[in-house]
């Protein structure tokens, strides 16, 4: 029989696991993104060899599973003499993941802007600075922005792997508290439902956000 | 102690790489057919059913894939359903990707412009009749190259597998380190046999992209 209510005892357990979760999300997916459109100008606009580097660390990335990724930094580095924390380790690892794959999605955003832009910018008498923040960046992102909001919902739903490195995040509240009072089926759904409610809720920020940084649109 | 020399490691992982493309190749088999059906059922517009889904895609997109296998092992198991941990791993991962690929094939089918239903209508065909000689061939050819993207994200899901105790690449990879001590060189290779396996299909999709946006 299902019983929901041996959960309530256990409800500070989901909130911490809640916050640090949220907590992780918002650090990764602000540092991801900052590495993601690092990393795109470089494939965009960088000499050759900078281009590869990026190119293969791409791909590296996107072709295997986070999980090994994880692994690989917090087991596989020490023993080369990296030693770092699991709350190291996770952020490393998701702002690595999401670096990766924000990279691919800003850049098809940057191939957009078209050479006439950067043209009409310089007769126009902007700097390099103001064209790139006003001219290039700016609707670079607002084309792709639906997409890169997706793509930080995933990383943080992919971020439920980190409690295998005993990071105490909300699937760790869940396992903690099936391995309680044995309620593992209400545990994992009241969680689930609880990562559904995040993802929406990111997905509403991702809006208002976008209405911010977009606001031009709507003042022309 | 038992030695491990490299060829030991690499020979142990890639038996267990069997069992990540068996996995895989179940799931994506598990997924399309899943997909396929939601697929037919928003084609009916009728209401209440593209509503369900829509809850659907929404559940399993908006869910870690781990949390659905640990309500699918654990889970299940504690109401009384018992299942191995293949059988969860297989579960969850058919539910995982069925809600992604319906996602994928809708955007494929809307792309195609309204007027075809109608011109379709008004040559006298049936909805069968449209489907099968107007919508599907065109909706398949561009459906073709995100379909063998995502395959990649599913290969990836299988690795989550291992956190359930089924022995495919990744556990074996953990339990070759703990018998070794050697975690850099371990997980190295077991990244290197995912980026083996995940690579080709990249690169398969991206030249399928290319493809057919030409032929458009």
Same mark, same amino acid.
């Given at each position: ?64 599973? #986070? ?6 930094? #917090? ?146 | 102690? &038992? ?5 030991? &490691? ?18 994506? &088999? ?21 509503? &369900? ?19 699918? $092992? ?69 459906? $073709? ?35 070794? $001590? ?35």
């Amino acid at each position: 029989m299902l019983n929901f209510s041996d959960l309530l005892p256990y409800t500070d357990v989901f909130l911490s696991g809640l916050m640090t979760t949220m907590e992780l999300t918002v650090l990764t997916t602000a540092l991801g993104v900052l590495v993601g459109t690092t990393c795109a100008a470089i494939r965009q606009y960088g000499n050759g060899t900078s281009q590869r580097t990026v190119a293969a660390y791409v791909e590296l990335i996107r072709n295997t599973p #986070f999980i090994v990724q994880l692994f690989f930094i #917090f087991f596989g580095l020490p023993a080369v003499g990296l030693i770092l924390t699991s709350w190291q380790a996770s952020i490393i690892a998701l702002t690595i993941n999401l670096g990766a794959y924000s990279t691919e999605i800003i850049r098809a955003g940057l191939s957009n802007i078209s050479k006439g832009q950067w043209e009409a910018a310089k007769v126009l008498g902007l700097n390099f600075r103001q064209t790139l923040l006003r001219v290039v960046f700016t609707p670079a992102f607002e084309k792709i922005y639906p997409a890169l909001t997706s793509q930080c919902i995933i990383v943080m739903l992919g971020s439920a792997v980190l409690s295998q490195i005993s990071v105490q995040d909300l699937t760790y509240a869940a396992n903690l508290v099936q391995s309680r009072n044995f309620r593992a089926f209400e545990s994992y759904v009241v969680t689930a439902l609880m990562y559904l409610g995040l993802a929406m809720l990111m997905r509403y920020v991702f809006v208002l956000i976008g209405k911010r940084l977009f606001a031009f649109r709507e003042a022309s | 102690m &038992i030695e491990f020399s490299n060829w030991d &490691i690499l020979r142990n992982l890639l038996l267990a790489a069997q069992w990540t493309l068996l996995l895989s190749i179940a799931a994506f &088999i598990g997924g399309t057919v899943v997909a396929l059906t939601l697929t037919a059922m928003r084609l009916t517009r009728n209401v209440v059913v593209m509503r &369900i889904v829509r809850v659907y895609v929404e559940l399993f997109q908006g869910t870690p894939l781990l949390m659905q296998m640990f309500l699918c $092992f654990f889970g299940l198991s504690m109401i009384g359903y018992e299942i191995s941990a293949w059988g969860a791993a297989i579960l969850s991962l058919t539910l995982f990707t069925s809600a992604f690929l319906v996602e994928i094939w809708r955007g494929c089918i809307d792309t195609l412009p309204k007027g075809q239903w109608e011109a379709s209508r008004v040559l006298g065909l049936n909805f069968l009749q449209t489907l099968r000689h107007v919508i599907l061939p065109q909706a398949t050819k561009v459906a $073709f190259a995100p379909t063998v993207g995502f395959s990649v994200q599913v290969v990836k899901g299988t690795a989550l597998a291992s956190v359930i105790g089924f022995v495919e690449l990744t556990k074996a990879g953990t339990m070759l380190n703990n018998a070794t $001590f050697e975690p850099f060189k371990v997980f190295a290779f077991v990244a290197l046999i995912y980026f083996a396996l995940c690579y080709p299909l990249s690169l398969c999709s991206k030249y399928l992209e290319k493809k057919y946006h030409v032929a458009r």
